[in-house]
């Protein structure tokens, strides 16, 4: 990007405030809104912390996070492997050239179709696993190659409780089953090499520092007594972002301690999966004002981007900043406003009661920390086509993923 950003680079974190007004508009003038944003130089920066951080550690981007191809490919030729939760995205992270030994495939109620292409597409890749049932089930289709186990710690660390993945038995073999099954995937000849935690999404603050030590602790009980010798402890995602503009950046740092600590005695590598970390603050969303509604309430300002293109404030709750980056929006009355999406539901609301320059018609507005569980979890619902991103580059930009034709919204049906 530009100078402000430049440096925003070296820093633990580029707000909202960073980002190039100027560029941005004339992006959205070229390609149009709703549109995300999504810079690899960030991304490739935001990799770089965390190399730095953790330098003995095998660093696994989480493709849920944003499986962008250009993403992808930023973040393989950075040196980061890839963790994939489904057939599709080991077929992308296939695709954008990741050999398959530095895949790992986190099967949670692996779909067989999923199954099957995997052990297919990529067989060299490491399994977790995360019930006795999936070992069984790789054991029925003959695979003795690489498993891993997800180890459900009974504690967790997140920034909400639908995210807090560490504390719901969905994901993973209990703690205190995990050895046992670690011993019968040994004794049925399965490549035993690893086992995981990811306690949750959102490490941030002292609070969540602290339930992740839970974690580590329980994972390194583990991998203490574990019938084989392992290859690595994999501690999951996690790495928390600021999504509000006075919320102070993650210590990393304080992160690498806990965990050398928790490990110390542990002989084997060390394995982390970062999300959202890599991707959250490389990207934002772009949207227009196309309709104003005073209320007694906060003013409404209607966009062009709704929970069909950013689901995260419907679904969890979340926060996202939003600033205008209408020209002179700083000269204006601040007004409380609500921006409100097209979607006839009413949790489409991207954000609530926030003190902005006064909206008015054409305004383009940013929204940050896009670049994670954004564009991954656009829909078609309303049969809105979804967004098309753009991803700059070393001061280039280009159109990452068309935004949809209308085309599209009836090309499978039959
Ligand atoms: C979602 C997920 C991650 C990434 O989480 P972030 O919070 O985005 O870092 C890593 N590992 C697993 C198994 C996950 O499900």
């Known amino acids: 990007m530009t100078t402000a950003a430049d440096a925003a680079d070296s820093r633990d974190v580029r707000r909202l405030a960073d980002w190039d007004a100027d560029r941005l508009r004339s992006l959205a003038g070229e390609y149009g809104t709703p549109l995300y944003v999504q ?46 939760a489904s057939a599709g995205e080991v077929s992308r992270a296939l695709d954008a050239g990741f050999e398959p030994s530095e895949i790992h495939y986190t099967a949670v109620n692996p779909p067989a179709r999923d199954l099957d292409y995997v052990l297919d597409a990529a067989p060299e890749a490491t399994f977790v696993v995360g019930a006795r049932d999936t070992v069984d089930r790789l054991d029925e289709r003959g695979f003795d190659g690489r498993l891993a186990l997800r180890v459900h710690p009974g504690v967790g660390a997140g920034h909400s409780d639908e995210v807090a993945t560490g504390a719901d038995a969905k994901f993973g073999v209990p703690h205190d089953e995990a050895v046992a099954v670690l011993a019968d995937a040994v004794d049925r000849g399965f ?50 972002v600021p999504y509000r503009p006075e919320e102070p950046a993650l210590d990393l740092g304080a992160v690498a301690d806990a965990v050398r600590t928790a490990l110390a005695d542990v002989n084997a590598d060390l394995v982390l999966e970062p999300g959202r970390y890599l991707v959250a603050d490389a990207g ?50 601040s007004d409380s406003v ?12 991207l954000a609530a009661d926030r003190d902005l320059p006064a909206p008015e018609r054409g305004d383009l507005l940013a929204v940050g920390n896009a670049g994670a569980y954004g564009v991954e979890m656009a829909s078609n619902y309303n049969s809105r086509p979804r967004p098309a991103v753009v991803a700059l580059d070393g001061g280039d930009d280009r159109l990452a993923r068309e935004r949809e034709p209308l085309a599209a919204l009836t090309r499978l049906e039959r």
Not at 198 to 208: E, W
Not at 338 to 349: A, L, Y
Request: proline residues 4%; charged residues 25%; glycine residues 10%.
């Open 39 to 84: 810079d690899l130089d960030r991304v490739r920066a935001n990799y770089e912390r965390v190399a730095g951080a953790f330098p003995d550690a095998d660093v696994l981007y989480a493709v849920k996070a944003n499986a962008g191809g250009a993403v992808l490919d930023a973040l393989r030729a950075a040196g980061a492997g890839a963790e994939c």
């Open 191 to 240: 490549d035993v090499v690893g086992v995981h935690a990811h306690a949750g999404s959102g490490i941030l603050d002292a609070d969540d520092l602290a339930a992740h030590r839970e974690v580590l602790d329980r994972i390194a009980a583990v991998a203490r007594s574990a019938p084989a010798d392992l290859e690595f402890v994999d501690v999951g995602g996690g790495l928390g």
């Open 284 to 333: 934002v969303l772009l949207t227009e004002v196309n309709t104003v509604k005073p209320t007694d309430g906060p003013t409404l300002a209607g966009v062009d981007a709704g929970m069909t293109d950013l689901l995260r404030p419907a679904l969890y709750d979340a926060r996202h900043e939003v600033r205008s980056l209408a020209p002179g929006a700083d000269a204006r009355a």
């Open 338 to 349: 609500s921006v409100v999406g097209p979607v006839c539901e009413s949790t489409d609301v």
